[in-house]
């Protein structure tokens, strides 16, 4: 069953994951085209989601250490 997080869920992972991007590396704008990418993201079914599925293992562990209970919870209830 799919669960679509609450807003505030959505909007804490969505900072997340563009915290990470900004402390990529931007040389050649991947960074950047990553960050749009999250901004164009909609609330919508487990969208929320595909900001931690963006990241390897090390990222994914950096973005759970920036999250809330709840929304650590939100994403082992989704994996």
Same mark, same amino acid.
């Given at each position: ?10 909007? *804490?992972?969505? $900072?997340?994951?563009? #915290? %990470?991007?900004?402390?990529? =590396? @931007? ?5 950047? *085209?990553?960050? $749009?990418?999250?901004? #164009? %993201?909609?609330?919508?079914? =487990? @969208? ?32």
């Amino acid at each position: 069953m799919i669960m679509e997080p609450t807003q505030e869920i959505f909007n *804490e992972m969505r $900072k997340a994951a563009i #915290s %990470i991007w900004r402390d990529c =590396d @931007n040389r050649f704008g991947y960074a950047t *085209e990553k960050i $749009k990418r999250v901004n #164009s %993201i909609e609330n919508v079914s =487990d @969208n929320a989601m595909v900001f931690y599925r963006m990241f390897d293992h090390w990222n994914k562990q950096l973005m759970v250490s920036k999250l809330s209970e709840e929304a650590i919870n939100y994403i082992n209830s989704n994996k």
